[in-house]
Nanobody
Framework: QVQLVESGGGLAQAGGSLRLSCTASGNGFMINVMGWYRQAPGKQRELVAAITSTGMTDYSDSVKGRFTISGDNAKNTAFLQMNSLKPADTAVYYC???????????????WGQGTLVTVSS
């Protein structure tokens, strides 16, 4: 059993910053990848950024240069530093993890409950 809990969402003004956190808890798992996705009203969920356990990162073109994903393996936590926020960044942000479960001897996909980010103009 693995759970993801996000925090850090809220209201920001255009040009401001927010930092999201995602922490995985449970036992008998090893995280391979953690990523942030977002879904705006009426739109499909999209990848924002992802990071592997070795520190490799990937970003969507819309956030490159503004957002930074990082991780703390010891704490099973991923962060998303969001700078220069735009109203278009308004969405529910979800954390996703790809984990290897030792007990099940398989990979599992886990999603967090989401945290709302609202950027005003």
């Amino acid at each position: 059993q693995v759970q993801l809990v996000e925090s850090g969402g809220g209201l920001a003004q255009a040009g401001g910053s927010l930092r999201l956190s995602c922490t995985a808890s449970g036992n008998g798992f090893m995280i391979n990848v953690m990523g942030w996705y977002r879904q705006a009203p009426g739109k499909q969920r999209e990848l924002v950024a992802a990071i592997t356990s070795t520190g490799m990162t990937d970003y969507s073109d819309s956030v490159k240069g503004r957002f930074t994903i990082s991780g703390d393996n010891a704490k099973n936590t991923a962060f998303l530093q969001m700078n220069s926020l735009k109203p278009a960044d308004t969405a529910v942000y979800y954390c996703r993890a790809e984990c290897y479960s030792g007990s099940a001897d398989r990979y599992v996909e886990v999603w967090g409950q989401g945290t709302l980010v609202t950027v005003s103009s």
